[in-house]
């Protein structure tokens, strides 16, 4: 009961997809008969080293069953740490190299169980799901388990047999195009005659359950081979084949990859087949290269004769270079990508050998011609013309290589503000339109590669007049300078000179009574001429007046502000107090003033004038009777959109009643806010024309009450 109890816990936890693996490499089950009905079981496991998610189980689950696959035992085997290891990988041909990123871990359990006589003899099973995601041979890998089986026939238990055990595990890695030469051939305690053929692999667990226990109950199906490859194509390329007698495997893949092989092993006694033990496993098929020796070096220096060479070897890792094989053989070097220093210009015979020393080498031997050369970046710089969209910078390449030539040109111009300009002409025209600092670099290569690089820094002899202003602002009877920000290198000629301090000065003095706009052109240092203007707002403090509309606002109204000047719009003001105001900062702002409030604005020039306005604003305080309450004495409710609906009109009133009668003292209609309005129907229908009773009863901001009685006509 209890081992039941055990196995149900197992199965609930072992069964979650969790723990579903992506490590299965490989496996078999054998057997061998100690006597007394006890059988030693073997079960060896494959995963991979890298991809293998989880470790192996455990413990491992394993089942036996009869020839109907009725279950008859189950049983769990612990892992013994002691038997986990790491498979070597072992190349054939020693010129080859072991790929990286393969590696197998191995494990074995070992069981010691009671196989009593029983007709049809048994089935022996590990099942795990799921093999390695990287197989290509067969449909859905990830999702695909194994099963390791061995049978043991009514014969086998008869006879105490001990099943058949494979002397060697199939090489972790194989080659590319190379041959594979394998013995799979096995071992028999009792001398039985073996017969090997290949297999097709068993599936087994599934993702769902990845780790049944016990085992399910067979028989198993095939995996599923994805096109083209089948049993009698395993890997691609020469198919794999196998000896009968000896179980020499032979063929020779052509496709990177990983695989999945199966290969049996049929015991027979007296013709009689007693046992058949499986073996399921996967080939890494991988480009394990041969070392080859090449490099380069280029035919001319720059400037020196330290030449850098550069090694373009494949699957090589130790290096030998020669780098005068003709001359003086002493002159090696041992490093990757050495760098030597000729003694002189001339022909060299340079070789390079990979992996010396070692059983498989590869030579290489190149005569170069070490030469030098002396590349400099130079040109000349002119401004041939200028127009309104800027100056053009005309660029003539002076660089020289007395022995390749120059071949190709790259100009980069940075310009004061940023800008970035380029061309690839050997004598490009660049137009600029800012003034300043200007910095010009050349990157000029020679025939042979060498690239001379040069800087040019220059200012563009353009006119500042992108500092002059489009326009200041004084006040009437002060001064005001014009381009203080212009260069002195110019010449400037001012229009009109009227209340000018000097016409051709580059900053000159300005007094004018009046707004005034002055011209300026700027030439010399460069072919530029160029014009641009300045106006001279005047500003008359005693012109400037500041208006309120309405002149006078009930408390909360909107007043709305502004001044009356020349060009009003254009100046910077400042109005206080700034409180309730929609913005201070300009000339036309909005109020809503509680109280009545004088509303004052200011106007600062840079030449340090100040222009003042202001207005007084009222603010008038209701009372609770008309005007401020207002009850109409008549409607017409004729569907005319003007006067369809009696209301009260008040703006001050906090808590409204009214109520409308009949001659007969039948109320028609009541309201209870100032949205409330009486379209002239009672029940829904419209009433006659006549004159009709009202009682109002308001209360206003003020706190005050107001009570009326009156009458009110509906005309129709």
């Not at 060498?450 to 820094?457: H, W």
């Not at 500003?539 to 007043?559: H, N, T």
């Amino acid at each position: 009961m209890f081992q039941r109890l055990v196995f149900a816990i197992l199965f609930c936890l072992c069964g979650a997809t969790g723990l579903k693996a992506t490590h299965i490499v490989g496996g078999e089950l054998t057997y061998r008969c100690l006597g007394n009905n006890q059988y030693e079981l073997t079960l060896t496991v494959y995963r991979d080293c890298y991809t293998g998610v989880p470790w192996f189980d455990n413990p491992a689950s394993i089942g036996v069953f009869d020839a109907n696959w009725i279950r008859r035992q189950s049983f769990l085997v612990s892992l013994d740490s002691m038997t986990n290891d790491t498979l070597p990988i072992q190349l054939s041909n020693p010129c080859l190299i072991a790929p990286p990123d393969v590696c197998v871990h191995r494990s074995v359990y070992k069981k010691i169980v009671n196989l009593p006589y029983l007709a049809g003899g048994y089935h022996i099973v590990y099942q795990r799901c799921c093999r390695n995601n990287l197989i290509r041979n067969i449909i859905e890998p990830l999702d695909t388990g194994a099963s390791f089986t061995v049978d043991v026939s009514e014969s086998a238990l008869e006879d105490c047999n001990a099943g058949a055990v494979f002397n060697y595990w199939p090489p972790v890695a194989i080659c590319v195009n190379e041959p594979i030469d394998f013995d799979h051939s096995a071992s028999d305690a009792d001398g039985d005659s073996l017969v090997y053929r290949l297999c097709t692999p068993l599936t087994g667990a599934n993702p769902d359950f990845p780790v049944p226990q016990p085992p399910f109950a067979g028989p198993y199906p095939p995996v599923s081979w994805l096109n083209p490859y089948n049993l009698q194509n395993m890997l691609g390329g020469q198919p794999l084949t196998i000896q009968p007698q000896t179980g020499f495997l032979t063929g020779v893949p052509n496709i990177i990859g990983n695989f999945v092989v199966g290969v049996c092993v049929d015991e027979y006694r007296e013709n009689q087949l007693i046992s058949t033990t499986r073996r399921d496993f996967q080939y890494n098929v991988a480009d394990c290269g041969k070392p080859l020796a090449a490099f380069f070096a280029p035919e001319a220096l720059c400037d020196t004769l330290s030449l850098r060479f550069k090694n373009e070897s494949f699957s090589a890792s130790e290096f030998k270079w020669y780098f005068d094989l003709l001359g003086d053989t002493n002159q090696v070097s041992m490093l990757y990508a050495p760098q030597h220093m000729y003694p002189d210009t001339g022909w060299y015979t340079v070789m390079l050998v990979a992996q010396p020393g070692k059983p498989c080498t590869d030579t290489v031997i190149q005569t170069i011609h070490v030469t030098r050369t002396y590349a400099s970046a130079n040109l000349d710089l002119t401004f041939p013309d200028c127009d309104e969209n800027g100056i053009l910078v005309a660029v003539q390449d002076q660089s020289t290589d007395p022995m390749f030539g120059i071949d190709s040109w790259k100009w980069t111009l940075v310009g004061p503000d940023g800008a970035v300009y380029k061309s690839n002409l050997q004598n490009p025209q660049f137009l600029v339109d800012d003034y300043g600092d200007y910095a010009l670099t050349l990157e000029a290569t020679s025939g042979n590669g060498c690239v001379a690089t040069r800087e040019f820094p220059f200012a563009a002899p353009f006119p500042p007049i992108n500092f002059l202003q489009d326009s200041v602002l004084i006040c009437l009877g002060d001064s005001i300078r014009l381009f203080p920000d212009a260069d002195p290198a110019f010449q400037y000629a001012w229009t009109p000179s009227d209340f000018l301090s000097t016409d051709t000065s580059y900053n000159p003095l300005a007094t004018p009574n009046a707004t005034t706009t002055y011209n300026v052109t700027v030439s010399g240092n460069g072919p530029c001429v160029l014009e641009k203007s300045i106006k001279v707002k005047v500003i008359d403090p005693s012109s400037l007046s500041v208006l309120a509309v309405p002149p006078a606002v009930y408390a909360g109204d909107p007043v709305q502000l502004f001044v009356i000047a020349p060009d009003a719009s254009t100046y910077q003001y400042k109005w206080m107090p700034s409180a309730g105001l929609s913005n201070s900062m300009v000339f036309n702002p909005i109020g809503y003033p509680q109280d009545t409030t004088l509303y004052t604005v200011m106007l600062s020039l840079s030449t340090g004038c100040l222009v003042q306005g202001s207005v007084l604003v009222p603010v008038i305080t209701p009372f609770c009777e008309p005007p401020f309450v207002f009850f109409p004495s008549a409607f017409t409710p004729n569907g005319d959109a003007e006067n369809d609906f009696l209301k009260l009109e008040s703006k001050i009133v906090t808590e409204v009643y009214w109520v409308i009668y009949n001659r007969w003292g039948e109320k028609m209609f009541e309201a209870f806010s100032l949205d409330d309005q009486w379209d002239g129907t009672y029940k829904g229908k419209p009433q006659p024309v006549e004159t009709y009773g009202y009682y109002l009863k308001v209360r206003c901001i003020n706190g005050q009450e107001s009570i009326r009685k009156g009458n009110v006509t509906l005309l129709r």
